[in-house]
T-cell receptor, first 113, second 119 residues
Framework: AQSVTQLGSHVSVSEGALVLLRCNYSSSVPPYLFWYVQYPNQGLQLLLKYTSAATLVKGINGFEAEFKKSETSFHLTKPSAHMSDAAEYFCAVTPRDNNDMRFGAGTRLTVKP | EAGVTQFPSHSVIEKGQTVTLRCDPISGHDNLYWYRRVMGKEIKFLLHFVKESKQDESGMPNNRFLAERTGGTYSTLKVQPAELEDSGVYFC?????????????????FGPGTRLTVL
């Protein structure tokens, strides 16, 4: 069975600082991996996804993530945080042969002025 | 094009009452999923419909939960009788038929969720 672990339920950064949200997955075969963002009172929005093309994936709003098979990781980064990035971020995984998605517990990102 | 919609956005009920949540997927999407997030925990898969059939209902907590998708369009999730631990946010998502885009992943599009509070 697949699963993901997000390290840190809360992350706080200053505006302009690097954002790093950690995600490690557990899967017997390389899965599909995703990062979703949830802004207050909104649904989940896909930030980016890894589906076996390039290991460095670029998403919306300046975010990117790198799939590292050796580390079973898919950490999310953004070079410079903006106030509008404050939200909750979820890492997720699905197997390649079906769409049944499994999520991490989420990381709430706070951006300080 | 309209996204996934869910109704109601919020529901507050007392323990023992019945609540029905509704999800309208994106038109043409055969796959419909229900997820739940209990406060502070991860978003958990509940079940997956392909058209009107239940493909996977392994995540349904117990028999107080009943999901239906008559006609393969919208879906309802009924909780009867509701218990305190059922409180949380219930998300619905939809995606196209996997077979239509086998070379790539079929993105799941999520609705805004229904926040259920059981008192």
């Amino acid at each position: 069975a697949q699963s993901v672990t997000q390290l840190g339920s809360h992350v706080s950064v200053s505006e302009g600082a690097l954002v790093l949200l950690r995600c490690n997955y557990s899967s017997s075969v390389p899965p599909y991996l995703f990062w979703y963002v949830q802004y207050p009172n909104q649904g989940l929005q896909l930030l980016l996804k890894y589906t076996s093309a390039a290991t460095l994936v670029k998403g919306i709003n300046g975010f990117e993530a790198e799939f590292k098979k050796s580390e079973t990781s898919f950490h999310l980064t953004k070079p410079s945080a903006h106030m509008s990035d404050a939200a909750e971020y979820f890492c997720a995984v699905t197997p390649r042969d079906n769409n049944d998605m499994r999520f991490g517990a989420g990381t709430r990102l706070t951006v300080k002025p | 094009e309209a996204g996934v919609t869910q109704f109601p956005s919020h529901s507050v009920i007392e323990k023992g009452q019945t609540v029905t949540l509704r999800c309208d997927p994106i038109s043409g999407h055969d796959n419909l999923y229900w997820y739940r997030r209990v406060m502070g925990k991860e978003i958990k898969f509940l079940l997956h419909f392909v058209k009107e059939s239940k493909q996977d209902e392994s995540g349904m907590p117990n028999n107080r939960f009943l999901a239906e998708r008559t006609g393969g369009t919208y879906s309802t999730l009924k909780v009867q009788p509701a218990e305190l631990e059922d409180s949380g946010v219930y998300f619905c998502a939809s995606s196209q038929d996997i077979g239509l885009a086998a070379a790539d992943y079929n993105e799941q599009f999520f609705g805004p969720g229904t926040r259920l509070t059981v008192l």
